[in-house]
């Protein structure tokens, strides 16, 4: 769960989960996010990915959609644990097929090509 407070509309302004795509080589306290929502695009791209289950377990009929178009770089301290019932946490996970099209969704959004070392 990430923590968007202080952040300006239209950018993210509320607590909402995140796939977390990246720590920053050189600062061990950010790290590269793609909040989720369970709002379905109004028009459908190609940075829009539709997870194939909602990691969140007490939701697993809600559909959930990575916003790869906002992805953004955040500080640890705006990150949380997901809260199941009055004392569990967990961090939940997505599956390596939802990361990789996340990923692409996040290179289609930037405009970026497939770069290789």
Not at 7 to 33: C, D, G, Q
Request: aromatic share 6%; glycine share 2%.
């Amino acid at each position: 769960m990430c923590d968007f407070d202080g952040f300006k509309e239209p950018e993210m302004v509320k607590i909402r989960p995140v796939v977390v795509l990246a720590r920053n080589k050189r600062n061990s306290r950010l790290v590269t996010v793609v909040p989720l929502s369970t709002t379905a695009p109004a028009v459908l791209e190609d940075h829009h990915h539709e997870l194939s289950t909602n990691p969140l377990p007490d939701k697993p009929h809600v559909s959930c959609w990575a916003k790869c178009d906002m992805v953004i770089t955040v500080s640890l301290h705006r990150l949380d644990r997901y809260k199941i019932g009055r004392r569990d946490y967990i961090v939940p996970q997505v599956s390596e097929s939802d990361f990789i099209a996340i990923r692409l969704g996040v290179i289609s959004a930037l405009s970026l090509s497939a770069v290789t070392k």
